[in-house]
C-alpha cells in the first residue's frame, strides 16, 4: 500500500528552528509538496520537491532523498503565526496525490 | 490571477436531508478540479476529481456525487445525508494536465449532519 508518515504534533519555541519530519513508500514518485494549513482554514501551497537536495524559500527550507523516502521541512526564526498543521503529499506514478496525516506544530513564546 | 470560491462555509443539515455544495474558478480555463474532505485530525481524503465537463473519477464509494456542468464549476451533492458525513469538505484546482501540478485550495465548507 501507499503510505505517508510524519509525527502527529511537535512543539517548538518562538525564535527557533524546528525539523518537521516526512517519510514516504509509495508506488512510484513524481515529487513532495508541503502544505500549511491554519486551524480551521484550507491548506496553502509551501514547497515542491521532485530532485534530490534543499530547496530555499525564506525562513522555509524543505530537503528531499528519493532514495531514502524521506524528506523535511525547516523552519527557521519561528513566529507565532507559524502555528499550524503542515501536511505532506507525495504524487505517485499515476500523478495521485497521497496524502500524509500532517503535523501540528505548536509554537510557544 | 486564479481565484476559486466555494460556498456555502458552514452549514448543519438533519441526518437524511440534501446537500450541495458549489465551487467556481476564475481566471484559468480547464482546469482539474477536485473535492476532498477532511475529518478532524485526519490527512485529506480525494473525493471526486474531474479532468473536465462532464467528467468525474470517484475515489471512494458513498453516498455523495459530483457534477461539472461548467468548465469552472464544480458541484457535490448527495440525495441523503449520513451522520457520516460530517467534515470539512474542500474543493481544489490544478493546471489541467498530467503532471505534478499545485492545488490551490477554495476556504472549505463545514458540515455538520445532525
Known amino acids: 500500500g501507499q503510505n505517508i508518515d510524519q509525527p502527529t504534533e511537535m512543539t517548538a519555541t518562538e525564535g527557533a528552528i524546528v525539523q518537521i519530519n516526512c517519510t514516504y513508500q509509495t508506488s512510484g514518485f513524481n515529487g513532495l509538496f508541503w502544505y500549511q494549513q491554519h486551524a480551521g482554514e484550507a491548506p496553502t501551497f509551501l514547497s515542491y520537491n521532485v530532485l534530490d537536495g534543499l530547496e530555499e524559500k525564506g525562513r522555509f527550507s524543505s530537503f528531499l532523498s528519493r532514495s531514502k523516502g524521506y524528506s523535511y521541512l525547516l523552519l527557521k526564526e519561528l513566529q507565532m503565526k507559524d502555528s499550524a498543521s503542515y501536511l505532506c503529499a507525495v504524487t505517485d506514478s499515476n500523478y495521485q496525490l497521497i496524502w500524509g496525516a500532517g503535523t501540528k506544530l505548536i509554537i510557544k513564546p | 490571477s486564479q481565484t476559486i470560491h466555494q460556498w456555502p462555509a458552514t452549514l448543519v443539515q438533519p441526518v437524511g436531508s440534501p446537500l450541495s455544495l458549489e465551487c467556481t474558478v476564475e481566471?484559468?480555463?480547464?482546469?482539474?478540479l477536485y473535492w476532498y474532505r477532511q475529518a478532524a485530525g485526519r490527512g485529506l481524503q480525494l473525493l471526486f476529481y474531474s479532468v473536465g465537463i462532464g467528467q468525474i473519477s470517484s475515489e471512494v464509494p458513498q453516498n455523495l456525487s459530483a457534477s461539472r456542468p461548467q468548465d469552472r464549476q464544480f458541484i457535490l451533492s448527495s440525495k441523503k445525508l449520513l451522520l457520516s458525513d460530517s467534515g470539512f469538505y474542500l474543493c481544489?484546482?490544478?493546471?489541467?494536465?498530467?503532471?505534478?501540478?499545485?492545488?490551490?485550495f477554495g476556504a472549505g465548507s463545514r458540515l455538520t449532519v445532525l
Open positions: 481566471g484559468t480555463s480547464n482546469p482539474n
Open positions: 481544489a484546482w490544478s493546471q489541467g494536465g498530467s503532471g505534478a501540478n499545485v492545488l490551490t
